[in-house]
Nanobody, 114 residues
Framework: QVQLVESGGGLVQAGGSLRLSCAAS????????MGWYRQAPGKQRELVAA??????NYADSVKGRFTISRDNAKNTVYLQMNSLKPEDTGVYHC?????????WGQGTQVTVSS
C-alpha cells in the first residue's frame, strides 16, 4: 500500500521560504513520477513541479523560485520554495504516479501573507 506523508507547510511572509517534504512508503520514489500540486481556495488543483529520473519540470508561475528534488536513500521528495508570494497560498499535495495509478498525500497548508 502506497502512502505519502507531507510536512513543512506553514505561515510565512511574502519573500520568505519554506521546504516541503513528502515521505513515501510502499513504492520507490526514484522509480515513479513524483509531483507537487497545489489547490488554492476556489480554484482547481494545479501541477507545481514534477520529477522523473533526472528530469524536472515546473509551472511557469514558479520557475526560478521553486526547486523539486529527491533523496533516494530517504525515499522522500522535497519542494524548496523561495521568494514566496501571496498567490502561492494553498494546500500542497504530493503525488506519486506509477503503473497507471495516482496516489496522493493528505496535503499541507501553505499560507503566504502580504
Amino acid at each position: 500500500q502506497v502512502q505519502l506523508v507531507e510536512s513543512g507547510g506553514g505561515l510565512v511572509q511574502a519573500g520568505g521560504s519554506l521546504r516541503l517534504s513528502c515521505a513515501a512508503s510502499g513504492s520507490t520514489v526514484s522509480r515513479s513520477v513524483m509531483g507537487w500540486y497545489r489547490q488554492a481556495p476556489g480554484k482547481q488543483r494545479e501541477l507545481v513541479a514534477a520529477i522523473t529520473g533526472d528530469n524536472t519540470n515546473y509551472a511557469d508561475s514558479v520557475k526560478g523560485r521553486f526547486t523539486i528534488s529527491r533523496d533516494n536513500a530517504k525515499n522522500t521528495v522535497y519542494l524548496q520554495m523561495n521568494s514566496l508570494k501571496p498567490e502561492d497560498t494553498g494546500v500542497y499535495h504530493c503525488n506519486l504516479y506509477r503503473f497507471g495509478r495516482d496516489y496522493w498525500g493528505q496535503g499541507t497548508q501553505v499560507t503566504v501573507s502580504s
